[in-house]
């Protein structure tokens, strides 16, 4: 920690409330520090504990929903995570296109269990074509689900600058693509049991932690919004997986629920959404 942390930055926030404050800490003197109280009345605890805090405790907090944590890592970790609010777009796509990848193996592995028989599950060239589809329908599903709650969080703040616009929908990407290291740990786990509830556990999960970072975004710059915001991102998942899997038959990582109407009178078979 240095005393540049958070002297003259106004867009630090206590992880408890949310509420503004312009530094984490006071430095006293070369050795000591003196933790920063929330200004807000019904508050009053300290703005940020997890800066006194080792990595793998905000980690654990992290997965366990608590909205501290996420504020931490989303609005006050600058110093240890640079990227949070300025982001090239370079890095941007290499970061997206890894996490992508990381989730097109899961599908295609679904697929695969799903179906012996799928024709757009082959060994040879078939696997390769397929990998690639999966890839690509990866990076737009992330990426419909971002830009769209960027415009609606957009359109829901009352803040025009153009600085704070980049910021916020920086912080959106992260709180679409940080959970989505977990897909590491459910490749792990797929080697141990290949199963469809392990799958779509771990596809709950991410979406969960996505759901809570976005809407704790959200709220900062539309107060109101957050579970709005959260529900527009999963609507928009949903829709686009119902009309992706029509199109190129692309399974379903985690929740799957069976829609009850036919789509034509020819076509008889019922589509399914993809919850998350
Ligand atoms: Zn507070």
Redesign the pocket.
Known sequence: MSAKDGEKDPSFV?V??G?PCTALFRKLSASSIKATT?V?ER?Q?V?DPYIEREWLLVAIDWILLRPEAYRHVLFNAKKEFPMLESVSWGRALQLTIASCFLHAYLQYEAAKRNSETDATIQEGGGRKTSMILLIVASILDLMIRWWGVSLFVAASSKSRQAQKVKIITTRLFWSFLLPTAFHVTSIFVLIWENSKTTGALGSLLVTGWQCLAVSLVADDVAPGYGKVTAAVGLALGILWRLVFSQIAAVPCLGFEVDLFFPLSEQNKSWPSICLT
Request: aromatic content about 0%.
């Open positions: 206590c408890h409330c509420a929330c807000n508050c605890q703005v």
